[in-house]
């Protein structure tokens, strides 16, 4: 209901007007990514369902309650994706505050449902050493094993997700000095440093292998793309899957694996050897350290090392 005294903007938008000019916003203004666009108008697509099944077409009907129970609805989704839907909700009400279309926040006071604490899938330095090799065969020189080497070490190496790692152009690189651009969420930019083991493993991809790739494109050839496919073509993120996976397998490493595993790896390691948070929250790109602070757990190893060397009565 209104606030006494309070009237909106320009009459009382629709769900649908709210949400598209919201979307805009986001898309446009903010820059946010385009796979962050569409999750949220998913997310803000199954509330606005379920408002207009309780009969409420605008966002001046809603109260907390019902942004309560629409969290209950989702009872059955994971507690990871009941929070991502939230932070939605969260976004748009605040969004319409803002525009003058409502006058106050209701979903304000709804708290996300707490998951169980789990720890990110990470290899231990000995099973990413493994890992990096397992992606050419030992003295392989042919483009494409040149290529998987060089791309695993230049993920390890930078903590960068898949998308910035297909995405990374060769002006995005300065081996000399050891440095790479990476364009993140939002397209934002960083700079993070490229160690040696991937600064020798890309000088031989770019030298012996990057070449041959791109003369197989049969037009148009890629002059832009680091990292290329068999045809030629920038190399796509479901490729990356694939060569992790099947270098996990030679590897013999009987964990999940997926490309993040390597970012996980990347940051755990770091913070395991002595980098503090922040530091790594910048290596990331992530825009809070909240998020970075899940990988300043201790590994049970590391727990039981500390113990047996610490505790009086532990021997």
């Given at each position: 209901m ?9 009459g ?15 898309d ?57 839907r ?15 279309k ?37 003295g392989?020189?042919?483009p ?16 960068c ?9 060769l002006?995005?690189i300065?081996?000399?000095?050891r ?7 939002g ?7 490229v ?36 045809r ?20 013999h490493?009987?964990?999940?694996l ?33 998020t ?24």
């Open positions: 209104d606030e006494p005294g309070w009237h909106a903007k320009s009382t938008d629709t769900l649908d007007d709210l949400i598209d000019r919201f979307l805009a916003y986001i446009v203004e903010r820059g946010l990514a385009k796979a962050t666009v569409a999750a949220y108008r998913s997310d803000l697509s199954r509330y606005a369902q379920w408002l207009r099944g309780r009969g409420i077409g605008s966002l001046v009907e809603v109260s907390r309650h019902d942004v309560e129970d629409f969290m209950a609805s989702l009872a059955v989704e994971s507690a990871r994706s009941r929070a991502r939230l932070a939605a909700v969260h976004e748009l009400h605040r969004f319409a505050v803002a525009e003058g409502i006058p106050s926040d209701v979903s304000e006071g709804v708290k996300p449902p707490k998951g169980p604490s789990t720890l990110p899938d990470v290899l231990s330095v000995d099973e990413v050493s493994k890992l990096l090799d397992a992606a050419a065969p030992k392989a020189t042919d494409v094993s040149l290529r998987d080497r060089a791309l695993l070490e230049f993920m390890y190496a930078t903590g997700r898949v998308s910035e790692a297909v995405g990374a152009d002006a995005d300065d081996l000399d000095q440095v790479a651009r990476l364009t993140g969420k397209s934002k930019q960083r700079l993070v440093p160690g040696s083991y991937a600064c020798a493993a890309m000088h031989a991809y770019l030298n012996d292998g990057r070449e041959p790739l791109m003369r197989k494109a049969k037009s148009n050839p890629e002059l832009r793309a680091i990292f290329l496919n068999k030629g073509r920038r190399l796509s993120r479901q490729s990356v899957w694939e060569i992790v996976r099947i270098a996990g397998e030679r590897a490493i009987d964990k999940p997926h490309p993040h595993t390597l970012r996980h790896s990347f940051a755990t390691h770091l913070i395991q050897g002595g980098a503090d948070v922040r530091t790594v929250q910048e290596l990331l790109g992530h825009a809070s350290v909240t970075t602070q899940i990988y300043t757990h201790v590994s049970p190893q590391v727990l039981m090392e500390t113990y047996l060397t610490s505790h009086p009565r532990a021997r």
